[in-house]
């Protein structure tokens, strides 16, 4: 069964730092990768999607990594701001989508 | 606005009572899911559907039951054999299945919690 690892599973940051979050899966066999934020008490908003043929996605100040061979994903984001606060999740996508624990970021100001 | 609608946002359970949470999605899309999350754990998926009258059981599922009559709705029973019921429901929607080339969209949850 595939299982997806987050680490660190808490992080603290001063406003204005890059930091890259990460994300392990143990079966290569993926369709995709997702990441996605979630807010106290809401649903999740996806960030960035890589399909398994990808290498890399950009939006704006996130840039998402995957490499399937190695089972590991990295989340970049540049430039860190007060509201980037929030978990932040992986899930890849195999014969049902799978989740990791998430990583709670929070930027001081 | 396309989305997803969780109702109702928070929701109470009495001992032996069965308890509905409504999923409803203008996206068109063919498939539906619910998750369950619980504070340290990832979601776990209870049930997905992939087409109307189609439902497939997922990780959690005792204690759960699901229809799929219309394609904008997958309601979810959380029923009294579900022992431990309390947690925060979360429907998300996609286009295709799991080999979807665009992301799933979720809806904002109901916390259910036992009286």
């Known amino acids: 069964k595939q299982e997806v690892t987050q680490i660190p599973a808490a992080l603290s940051v001063p406003e204005g730092e890059n930091l890259v979050l990460n994300c392990s899966f143990t079966?290569?066999?993926?369709?995709?990768l997702q990441w996605f934020r979630q807010d106290p008490g809401k649903g999740l908003t996806s960030l960035l999607l890589i399909q398994s043929s990808q290498r890399e996605q950009t939006s704006g100040r996130l840039n998402a990594s995957l490499d399937k061979s190695s089972g590991r994903s990295t989340l970049y984001i540049a430039a860190s701001q007060p509201g980037d606060s929030a978990t932040y999740l992986c899930?890849?996508?195999?014969?049902?989508?799978?989740f990791g624990t998430g990583t709670s970021l929070t930027v001081i100001p | 606005d396309g989305g997803i609608t969780q109702s109702p946002k928070y929701l109470f359970r009495k001992e032996g009572q069965n308890v509905t949470l409504s999923c409803e999605q203008n996206?068109?899309?063919?498939?539906m899911y619910w998750y369950r999350q619980d504070p340290g754990q990832g979601l776990r998926l209870i049930y997905y559907?992939?087409?109307?009258?189609?439902?497939q059981k997922g990780d959690i599922a005792e204690g759960y039951s699901v229809s799929r009559e219309k394609k904008e709705s997958f309601p979810l029973t959380v029923t009294s054999a579900q022992k431990n019921p309390t947690a925060f429901y979360l429907c998300a929607s996609s286009i295709a299945g799991t080999e979807t080339t665009q992301p799933q969209h979720f809806g904002d949850g109901t916390r259910l919690s036992i009286l």
């Open positions: 996206l068109n899309h063919d498939a």
């Open positions: 079966d290569s066999a993926i369709y995709n």
């Open positions: 559907s992939q087409i109307v009258n189609d439902f």
């Open positions: 899930a890849v996508a195999g014969n049902q989508f799978y």
